[in-house]
């Protein structure tokens, strides 16, 4: 089955045990660690948005467009670089690592259990801006290596060679990113705010 569809085909019944699906405490779905590493694996170069949405939507959690902007606009979610189309329709669309996944799902996980949107972005402040910077810096090296064997220095044969360690390192690199978030994901938890004019305890 191509993993795409695996992704997104949505399950024909309810979750049974050894289901690939979780339920929050609001009874919405959410993936499982199972469900999330095959969808890492089967994409690691990135999703569209709308590959995104639907994921979540054929196993019956809410994300709209419009919340998918939202968590960007908010940091929630790293921004999507552009990538270009080839063949007879040019052009770019915006593709988002494949780890943005699991951080939509910690955030619906996180908000069914009663955390609000600012709780949680307080939260994810704390190593989103590293990880973007690894991620960024990884995608700027290895384009610059692309750049590089593109001279005609490089014979077409030693240009095969490299192009082929450039594409297993990318894969690695994306595979660390993967497990940072992972981890990330682990051990982020959001602190209460404080309610405003909470009674304090009564002396005795």
Not at 33 to 47: F, N, S
Not at 103 to 128: C, D, G, P, V, W
């Amino acid at each position: 089955m191509d993993p795409f569809t695996w992704a997104v085909d949505p399950p024909q019944e309810g979750p049974e045990k050894g289901s690939f699906l979780e339920m929050s405490e609001d009874r919405e779905a959410l993936l499982s660690e199972r469900d999330l590493v095959q969808i890492e694996k089967a994409h690691p170069d990135g999703l569209t948005s709308a590959q995104i949405i639907s994921i979540f939507q054929s196993r019956g959690a809410k994300l709209s467009e419009a919340t998918f902007r939202k968590y960007v606009q908010l940091g929630l979610l790293p921004r999507c670089r552009r990538v270009g189309t080839k063949g007879k329709h040019r052009g770019s669309h915006g593709i988002y690592p494949c780890a943005t996944v699991r951080r939509i799902n910690s955030i619906k996980r996180l908000m069914a259990s009663s955390y609000t949107i600012e709780e949680i972005q307080r939260s994810f402040s704390n190593f989103k801006s590293q990880i973007e910077e690894i991620e960024s810096a990884l995608d700027d090296l290895f384009k610059g290596f692309e750049r590089e064997i593109a001279r005609p220095r490089f014979d077409s044969a030693r240009r095969r060679i490299l192009d082929r360690e450039i594409n297993n390192a990318r894969k690695t690199a994306n595979e660390l990113v993967r497990q940072i978030v992972q981890i990330e994901s682990q051990v982020v938890v959001p602190e209460k705010s404080k309610k405003v004019g909470a009674l304090s305890p009564s002396p005795k």
